[in-house]
């Protein structure tokens, strides 16, 4: 036989149901009932309700047998997005099983088989007269219609015939069920066989006899064409580009080649067995003896922790396993991909953070355009942001119409859909006394589908403006495309940027613990699925002491018309079967397979068959099932508020939950669901172990390496209460269908219709959710419909369920007197489910900067400097002593300051939040300036600067600069409000009342180093200008005079509004302008502040340090005070200070060769009006003339212009028409020489120096120092004089020095200009 | 109680038994449809419908927490697969409709049986309205009330 087929391994699990288990097991078995769903008289969900319409197994004898059910391979049961549909695809399955059962009677081993058709489809083209198993809709149906699938054929009763069929459709997802492939009741006949062991049974009312069964599942494609290996490249996503072949099919798929595989290959059989299943119909053991060896959990001893994120959950988990927090730190870290965090200052804050906003799902918040520079490459540094065009204030225009009129859209679209959807229910739906008024309902249907017909309209229309694709590659190819239309040039492009996400709570998490499960999530990549050939199969396996081939006739059922791989499978299944029905020598429970699955390498030869072992009763959680009880606890009702913000989060006061006639006399809703259970946690986890560890710090790898252990020993499982925040707004998310096209022409695709709440005690719409839930019941339910019960409704076992509590969910009270059980109860803090954001940002530029000014605490003055946003000088705060003797706030203008005091009006005109916040000081009494010196100090000391070596401004040396900012604080609610769906609120609902709830926003975080804030100013409300009478300070113990404390935010208090009325507060922040500032709100993840560096590097750059300084007993004095520095070094007795010595007998002499660039420069201290320059060059002897050279000139030492350019020289002189003002002159060596350069003198013909002040000069390391002192005049003006530094040498010259009053100020150095001298560098 | 009552044309069983549940105590109600010990009934019956009303002796404010179980059946004679729709929108009185893949032929040789857990205290009587017929005629609405056979000991609660 050549090798065409590769052989796939399966999963093969058997769930053998005797009496007992059928009377006394638990099971939760359900069917889809797309009956139901299509029933106009009903109109129910896909999938039962959880709880209802189960399978009464207890009382069907028919249920006894051996459930035989195939898995599909990992890359079978996979989705790939389809980017032209936006939809998954998944791929054909086989749609042939051979099923072959061997069991021992009488000493004799036979066999019996099946084929499995798992497309039959009862009412189609080629349906026989044989009922389908399983329900369905018939997937060749252009409109919802009811079938049935799958069929199997007893291979007793002849051949298998393969029937003439359509084009094949079944996929793991059949119908559009994600469990179909998952769930044994979906899919009987299709991939699960029921093997009722009728045919064992000597008579037909007596049991099967006592035996051992194996089975084999074989599987086939009908269809060649349809087989994975041809149709793999053909689904979008799977096979990479460079997957060529089959090697890149096989690997795509996770499969491994066998070894030497031919090239002959061209499809796929899947094989899979299970062994010695052992059978005892009426087997009265406790438990029964399947059950022995199964991993099926005691319900009461599986760990439930419960949190609002799975990170939170198994934290807390965690937690109390290892009784370790740090464990239960390095799982959340872990899981947020947050390990770098772990110990840093803040790391206990960031985690937490983090924490919280994984408690928040997001929505994309909209997008802004901009036009940017495209990224250089090998460039370091790039070019300034360039201005954007006029088109792109345009486009932008259009962004955000269409981001304010799509969530209208697909409001209007709900309501139409509520409306729709509500009145095409049968009565039955409608709460008993409900009236429906068709006439009524109809209008609002008509009204609503003409504004959603022209919304749509108006929205497409918008959308054709803007570039947009739903795949990522062709949304760039748009954009490029526009940006080309537009003319943009080839070094800029045209940026998406996503502007703030909004966020919604997520569902509450529930992990487990100790569930017996043992199926990985998904298979490791680097041991990818073994296949097969069908010239490697097993050839030998040692039983007892022999090594034993396949049998050459084993007992095989009717296998004509099947594929001709099936033989060779069977013997070796046959084989394996062989193995083990021999028990290995003193053991009673082992066998020879036992022993050979332990060690296949020794004892067996050929290749072994991935997934062989031993059979136990299957125990395989797939679902999670639960029933709560929640009662609501309000944010807020008419009289008052319930949860009081302590700062980090909201707490519950004890009051407000809704009354009624329920447990506690409270109103208690009930939520029902099931969702799917994954062990993600843990292989998020182990991924995330194996790729940290290899960098991960010394002190983290042995706590790495320990968790790992442990993990590979623990079973987790975790789950989502899927559908609790929908359910609070009576959204249902279960699969439904319509039949008509017009109403989903205008809603579009929904994933969820509303829910009336038909009985009124189900009411429970909440937009804004706060409450505390009880489970009362809580189940795993594995594949086979096996069940563990965590919580069951019986007597006061719910009461006695002990949840393990993250703290977010732990209640703040008792929701009630005495509740039983009040260890079970879980707390949801308040939570918008309206999708909503914090806005918070600094202003936007065409409102001002958003820096408004900036303050510098001069410790040697005990003053407060104020500079205007752009850094130029205002004047600084101060406290001075009255001629009364009192101390009094003060106010002083700086040197060069455009305005006099900030109660003029030129300068409020000009900078009216600096002149704002000035008054407000200057408005109370010297302690509040002293205070405001103390917080800033404080809060300083405490902040930690992320990049502080970026700030090297000379304001520096006085201290850290602290930003005025301007800031919007805002709550915004993506779209209109919700509209609570109910049958009595449906048509006119009442306009809600949350978008004017208020919620408190905490600025700042006092205990992180990295938050930025002292303090701020409000404003009275949202939407009032700020006030600056108050600042407020982290500090607790603010007296509530100028300086109050921020507490928990109090003081910002704003509400949630939708689009169309949007509050915001606006407020100033006193910032360090390199660190943000965190806004705390709890009901959204918390946001940062960061003022951009192109507020600030600018700014900072100006500003002048100033030092009052008064008296001053100085003389002014003329001086040249001319510098000469260079880059050729010099030789010891020849420094470059030879050149001004106006001595031709000494010299300069450089210590190396001048080279192209070289330069000797003299700065003239001030700009002066050059004559004329002379340069004598070479040393007295005549040696080491000046080579080529070009003479320069500059005002600021960075831009030069040429004034005479000379070849080799002795002397070089300048003499201009006319002269020129320069500060700096310098000889620029043009060509490399090979001599060393000397220089007698330099002498420059200047007018004058302007006079200077003499006193101590201080070091020029940051820049140049000037005293400014001011002139008697009014308006004031100021005069600035260089700092001539004083001496010990006699000035007969000098004026009588007199006291003057002014500042010390530093110019901020250029970086380009020359070093200072040698002695005077730090 | 064993019927047919006046109207109906299948027999029921109905059989009423506390429950201990969470909140208290509940019921059990077994539904058995079809089975005849005494053979008064006209077969075949052919059955496309049955809605039972099960009254509470109270009406609660809280929901009503419902388990609802349904004997799987052999045949599409039997109707194929049965479901059951619950409607609890009026708060007297819970409706079960229980519906067929296809409608169903009764003939004394099978029957159905509907278990209803609810953790509120059921009435003894239950309201049947079944959309049936004997023999091959049109499938009509009959109504019925039936009393049901009262059990004192709790019933055994399942997961």
């Not at chain 1, 889809?32 to 004898?61: C, H, I, K, W």
């Not at chain 1, 350069?1237 to 006079?1251: F, K, M, N």
Request: proline share 10%.
């Amino acid at each position: 036989m050549s090798d065409t087929d590769l052989v796939v391994p399966i999963q093969v699990h058997a769930l053998a149901v005797n009496r007992k288990i059928r009377r006394y097991g638990e099971f939760l078995r359900w069917s889809p009932q797309f009956f139901l769903m299509l029933d106009e008289d009903v109109r129910a969900g896909a999938e039962p309700p959880p709880y209802q319409n189960l399978e009464d197994t207890e009382n069907s004898p028919s249920f006894e047998g051996v459930h035989v059910q195939w898995q599909l391979p990992e890359a079978l049961t996979t989705g790939f997005f389809h980017p032209d549909t936006g939809d998954s695809e998944f791929p054909l399955v086989p749609n042939r099983w051979l099923v072959v059962r061997y069991c021992e009677l009488d000493g004799q081993r036979r066999a019996a088989g099946w084929v499995v058709q798992s497309d039959y489809l009862q009412n189609g083209d080629h349906g026989l007269d044989v009922p389908g198993s399983t329900t369905c809709l018939d997937p060749y149906a252009s409109t919802p219609t009811l079938n049935r699938i799958g069929r199997a054929w007893d291979l007793s009763r002849g051949r298998w015939t393969e029937p003439r069929s359509g084009p094949l459709f079944l996929t793991a997802v059949g119908t559009g069920l994600p469990a179909f492939a998952a769930f044994a009741p979906y899919h009987k006949d299709v991939f699960l066989f029921h093997d009722t062991l009728e045919d064992l049974k000597p008579h037909q009312y007596a049991d099967p006899p006592d035996t051992v069964l194996s089975y084999a599942v074989i599987g086939w494609y009908s269809d060649d064409e349809a087989d994975i290996l041809r149709t793999a490249h053909r689904i979008p996503g799977l096979v990479p580009g460079d997957g060529e072949g089959l090697d890149g099919v096989l690997s795509a798929l996770g499969w491994a080649a066998p070894d030497d595989m031919p090239n002959t290959i061209t499809h796929t059989r899947y094989c899979g067995c299970v062994y010695g299943i052992g059978w005892e119909a009426d087997c009265q053991h406790d438990p029964p003896c399947s059950h022995l060896d199964s991993h099926h959990p005691d319900g009461e001893k599986i760990q439930v922790a419960v949190g609002h994120s799975t990170a939170e959950a198994a934290a807390a988990l965690v937690a109390q396993q290892t009784r370790s927090t740090r464990s239960a730190d390095l799982v959340r870290a872990l899981f947020a991909d947050a390990l770098d965090q772990l110990d840093t200052a803040d790391g206990d804050l960031d985690l937490d953070e983090i924490t919280h906003r994984s408690w928040f799902s997001g929505r994309e918040g909209g997008h802004v355009w901009r036009v940017v520079n495209r990224p250089l490459e090998g460039m370091d540094s790039q070019p300034p942001p360039p201005a954007q065009p006029e088109w792109v204030h345009e486009l932008n225009g259009d962004q955000r119409a269409y981001d304010r009129l799509a969530p209208r859209l697909a409001h209007d679209q709900w309501r139409l859909w509520t409306l729709w959807w509500l009145r095409q229910l049968p009565p039955s739906h409608r709460p008993h006394d409900f009236t429906l008024d068709p006439a009524a309902w109809q209008a609002e249907i008509d009204r609503l589908s003409a504004a959603v017909r022209d919304q749509t309209t108006e929205v497409a229309e918008i959308l054709a403006r803007i570039p947009h694709a739903m795949d990522p590659e062709a949304l760039q190819a748009e954009i490029d495309e526009y940006a080309h239309r537009k003319g943009l040039p080839e070094t800029l492009e045209l940026k998406r940027v996503p502007a703030d996400t909004y966020h919604r709570p997520a569902d509450p998490v529930v992990v487990l613990g100790n569930t017996g499960n043992t199926d990985a999530l998904t298979r490791d990549e680097e041991d990818p699925l073994p296949c097969r050939v069908p010239s490697a199969l097993l050839s030998e396996v040692r039983i007892g002491d022999s090594w034993h081939p396949p049998e050459s006739a084993p007992p095989l059922p009717n296998l004509e018309g099947l594929p001709a791989l099936c033989t060779p499978l069977l013997k070796e299944f046959a084989l394996l079967d062989r193995a083990v029905r021999a028990p290995l020598d003193g053991s009673d429970d082992r066998t020879a397979l036992h022993a050979i699955v332990e060690d296949p390498t020794n004892l067996s030869r050929g290749a072994w068959p991935e997934h062989t072992r031993c059979w136990t009763q299957p125990w395989l959680p797939l679902y999670l099932q639960w029933r709560v009880l929640h009662c609501a606890t309000p944010y807020q009702d008419a009289q008052s508020q319930h949860w009081t913000f302590d700062g980090d989060r909201y707490r519950w006061n004890g009051t407000g939950a809704e009354p009624g006639g329920g447990d506690g006399n409270l109103r208690w809703t009930q939520f029902e669901g099931r969702s799917f259970l994954t062990p993600a946690l843990k292989y998020v986890l182990r991924e995330q172990i194996r790729r940290r560890l290899p960098t991960a710090p010394s002190d983290l790898v042995t706590a790495l390496r320990a968790l790992r252990d442990d993990l590979s020993e623990v079973d987790i499982l975790s789950q989502c209460l899927d559908g609790f925040g929908d359910w609070l707004l009576q959204h249902d998310g279960t699969a439904q269908t319509t039949t008509d096209p017009g109403v989903l022409d205008l809603v579009g695709q929904t994933n969820h219709v509303p829910d009336g709440a038909g009985d009124r005690r189900q009411r429970r719409f909440q937009p804004v959710r706060a409450g505390q839930f009880v489970f009362v019941e809580l189940h795993l339910v594995d594949r086979f419909g096996q069940v563990a019960r965590m919580v069951t409704a019986h007597q006061a076992q719910p009461a006695q369920f002990a949840p393990i509590r993250t703290d977010s969910v732990t209640p703040d009270h008792l929701l009630y007197p005495n509740a039983p059980g009040p260890q079970r109860f879980l707390q949801l803090p308040p939570r918008l489910m309206h999708e909503a954001r914090l806005r918070f940002d600094a202003v936007p530029e065409e409102r001002g900067t958003p820096v408004a000014g900036w303050l510098l605490v001069n410790h040697l003055d005990q003053t407060l400097l104020v500079y205007a946003a752009d850094g130029d000088p205002l004047g600084e705060l101060r406290v001075v002593h009255t001629a009364e003797g009192t101390r009094a706030t003060a106010w002083n203008a700086l040197p060069h300051a455009p305005h006099r005091h900030p109660d003029d009006s030129d300068f409020q005109a000009a900078h009216p939040h600096v002149a704002a916040f000035a008054s407000g000081v200057l408005g109370h009494p010297p302690s509040a300036f002293d205070a405001l010196m103390t917080a800033i100090d404080t809060a300083l000391d405490r902040i930690d600067e992320t990049s502080p070596t970026e700030d090297t401004t000379p304001a520096r040396l006085i201290g850290r600069p602290v930003a005025l900012v301007r800031a919007d604080l805002g709550l915004d609610l993506l779209g209109p409000p919700l509209a609570d769906p109910s049958w009595d609120t449906a048509l006119t609902p009442p306009e809600p009342d949350y978008p004017e709830h208020r919620w408190n926003v905490r600025l700042g975080q006092p205990d992180r180093l990295a938050d930025g804030l002292i303090g701020y100013f409000a404003a009275d409300d949202v939407d009032e200008p700020t006030r600056y009478e108050t600042l407020y300070v982290a500090d607790a113990s603010a007296d509530g005079g100028y300086l109050a404390p921020i507490g928990a935010g109090d003081t910002l208090r704003l509400p949630a509004r939708p689009p169309d009325r949007l509050a915001t507060h606006h407020v100033t922040l006193l910032v360090c302008p390199h660190t943000a500032v965190h806004a705390t709100t709890d009901v959204l993840p918390v946001h940062h502040l960061a003022v951009a560096a192109e507020h600030t590097h600018g700014a900072l750059a100006r500003i002048r340090a100033s030092f009052r300084l008064d008296p001053l007993l100085a003389p002014t004095r003329r001086d040249e005070n001319v510098t000469v520095t260079t880059t050729l070094g010099h030789t010891e007795g020849h420094p470059p200070e030879r050149v001004l010595d106006g001595d031709l007998s000494t010299h300069y002499l450089s210590a190396e060769h001048a080279t192209s660039g070289d330069c000797v420069a003299l700065d003239l201290g001030a700009e002066r009006r050059v004559a004329g320059v002379h340069l004598a060059g070479g040393d007295p002897r005549g040696d080491h003339a000046l080579g080529a050279s070009c003479l320069e000139s500059s005002l600021d030492g960075t831009d030069w212009t040429a004034l005479t350019e000379q070849g080799p020289a002795v002397e070089i002189n300048h003499h201009p028409a006319e002269p020129f003002a320069a500060r700096h002159i310098r000889l620029r060596f043009t060509h490399d020489s090979d001599d060393r350069v000397a220089i007698r003198q330099i002498t420059v013909l200047a007018d004058p120096p302007e006079a200077g002040i003499v006193m101590p000069r201080p070091a020029p390391w940051h820049g140049v120092w000037t005293w400014a002192e001011p002139l008697a005049t009014d308006p004031p003006r100021w005069t600035e004089l260089p700092i001539l530094a004083a001496d010990d040498l006699h000035h007969p010259d000098d004026p009588i020095p007199v006291a003057r009053s002014g500042y010390l100020q530093l110019h901020p150095a250029s970086r380009n200009q020359p070093p200072a001298p040698e002695g005077e560098r730090p | 109680m064993t019927s047919p009552s006046s109207g109906l044309l299948l027999p029921y069983e109905v059989e009423l038994a506390p429950l201990r549940t969470a909140a208290g105590e509940g019921s059990r109600v077994r539904v058995t449809i079809g089975r005849a010990p005494h053979d008064r009934t006209r077969w075949p019956v052919r059955c496309a419908r049955i809605l039972l009303t099960v009254p509470l002796t109270h009406a609660h404010p809280m929901p009503l927490a419902l388990r609802t179980r349904v004997t799987p059946v052999a045949s599409p004679v039997h109707g194929g697969q049965w479901w059951v729709h619950a409607t609890t929108t009026d708060p007297n009185a819970p409706v079960f409709t229980c519906v067929p893949e296809t409608p169903a032929t009764f003939d004394g040789t099978w029957s159905l049986t509907v278990t209803l857990d609810l953790d509120q205290t059921a009435a003894d009587a239950v309201e049947v309205v079944e959309h049936s017929t004997s023999g091959d005629g049109s499938l009509l609405s009959h109504a019925g009330r039936l009393t049901a056979t009262r059990h004192s000991g709790p019933s055994r609660s399942k997961p």
